[in-house]
C-alpha cells in the first residue's frame, strides 16, 4: 500500500511541471500532511538527488484528480445529453424502435458484459436512447460517459499539446476502462490513419475485457474499418438494433400550431 501510494505521488509530481501553479479549493487547512499547501518536501540529504525534491500531497492528487474528471465530463458535454431520458421517449413509432428502446432499457438494468449497437438513419432516436442509458446509470451510480466519436478524438489529440498537464497515455486509459463507454456517431470521425488507430485501439480493448459499451451509427457497417466491424458482428456480445423510422427531427418541427 504504502508503495503503491509512493508511486502514485511520484507519477503526480512527474506530471505537473515545476513550479506550476495549482490553485486550491477552499478550506485547504484541512489537510492534516501538508497544512494545505499540496507539496512536500521530500526529506532527503543534501547531495542526494532527491534534495530539495517537492512531491504532491494525496490531498492535492486527489484534486487534479476530480478536476480531471470534471474536465473530461466537460469535454464529452454530457450537461447537453442531460434532457434525454428514457421517461420522454416515444417507444412507439415504429417495432423497430420499440425493439431499441427494449434493448437499451435492458442494457441501462444490466449492462454485464455486454455491448449495444443502435444503427439507422438520422432522426431516428438513436442519440436520445444512448443518452438515456447515460442518464439511468449514472443515476444508479454506474460511471459512466457519453462522446460523440470525433470530440473524442479531438479530446485525445488535445493531449499532445506541450500546455497539456494530462499525458495522452493517461486520458487514453481513462476512456478506455470507464466502467460504461457511450460512443456517439461512429463513422462520422475524420479518418486519418492514427484516428483509425486509436479508435481500433479502444474497441479492442474494450472487446477483448468486455466492458458495457453503447455504439450508434447512421453509417452502413460495411464503410467502418473492418477491424472494428468485425467486433460489432460479434453476436455472442453484441446485440445491435437496425432502427428505421421517419426523422422525428423535421416532423416535429413541420408540425403546425394548433
Ligand atoms: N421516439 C422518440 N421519442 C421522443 N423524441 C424522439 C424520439 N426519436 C427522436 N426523438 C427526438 O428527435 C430528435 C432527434 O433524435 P436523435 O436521437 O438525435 O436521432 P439520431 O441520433 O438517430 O439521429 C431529438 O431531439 C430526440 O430527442
Ligand atoms: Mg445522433
Ligand atoms: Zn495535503
Same mark, same amino acid.
Given at each position: 500500500?504504502a ?54 500531497c ?15 465530463r ?6 447537453g445529453y442531460a434532457?434525454?431520458?428514457?421517461e ?6 415504429s417495432p423497430?424502435?420499440r425493439?431499441?428502446y ?26 436520445h ?5 447515460l442518464?439511468?446509470s449514472?443515476?444508479?451510480?454506474v ?8 470530440d =473524442?478524438?479531438?479530446y485525445?489529440?488535445? +493531449?499532445f499539446? *506541450? #500546455?497539456? %498537464?494530462? !499525458? ?12 460504461l463507454l ?15 488507430e486509436?479508435?481500433?485501439? =479502444? ?5 477483448? +475485457?468486455?466492458? *458495457? #459499451?453503447? %455504439?450508434? !451509427? ?6 467502418i474499418?473492418?477491424r ?16 428505421s423510422a421517419?426523422d ?11
Amino acid at each position: 500500500m504504502a508503495k503503491r501510494l509512493g508511486e502514485l505521488i511520484q507519477q503526480f509530481a512527474e506530471r505537473i511541471p515545476a513550479g506550476t501553479a495549482v490553485p486550491r479549493r477552499a478550506e485547504p487547512e484541512q489537510c492534516p500532511i501538508c497544512g494545505g499547501a499540496g507539496w512536500l518536501r521530500m526529506d532527503a540529504h543534501v547531495g542526494d538527488p532527491n534534495f530539495g525534491r517537492l512531491i504532491m500531497c494525496t490531498c492535492l492528487m486527489q484534486e487534479v484528480d476530480e478536476r480531471k474528471q470534471m474536465e473530461m465530463r466537460e469535454k464529452s458535454n454530457s450537461d447537453g445529453y442531460a434532457n434525454l431520458t428514457f421517461e420522454n421517449f416515444n417507444a412507439g413509432s415504429s417495432p423497430s424502435v420499440r425493439e431499441a428502446y427494449t434493448a437499451a432499457v435492458g442494457f441501462a438494468e444490466q449492462p454485464n458484459q455486454n455491448w449495444l449497437l443502435l444503427s439507422g438513419s438520422v432522426g431516428t432516436g438513436k442519440t436520445h436512447l444512448a443518452a438515456a442509458v447515460l442518464n439511468a446509470s449514472l443515476a444508479r451510480g454506474v460511471d459512466a460517459i457519453i462522446w460523440t466519436v470525433p470530440d =473524442l478524438l479531438d479530446y485525445l489529440r488535445e +493531449a499532445f499539446n *506541450p #500546455t497539456s %498537464v494530462i !499525458t495522452y497515455d493517461q486520458r487514453f486509459e481513462d476512456i478506455r476502462r470507464i466502467p460504461l463507454l457511450i460512443l456517439d456517431d461512429l463513422g462520422t470521425e475524420s479518418a486519418t490513419p492514427w484516428a483509425k488507430e486509436k479508435l481500433y485501439q =479502444l474497441f479492442n480493448h474494450r472487446y477483448n +475485457a468486455q466492458l *458495457p #459499451t453503447v %455504439v450508434t !451509427t447512421n453509417q452502413d457497417l460495411e464503410t467502418i474499418d473492418f477491424r472494428i466491424r468485425s467486433r460489432l458482428q460479434d453476436r455472442s456480445l453484441v446485440r445491435h438494433v437496425k432502427m428505421s423510422a421517419p426523422d422525428f427531427r423535421p416532423r416535429k418541427r413541420a408540425e403546425p400550431p394548433v
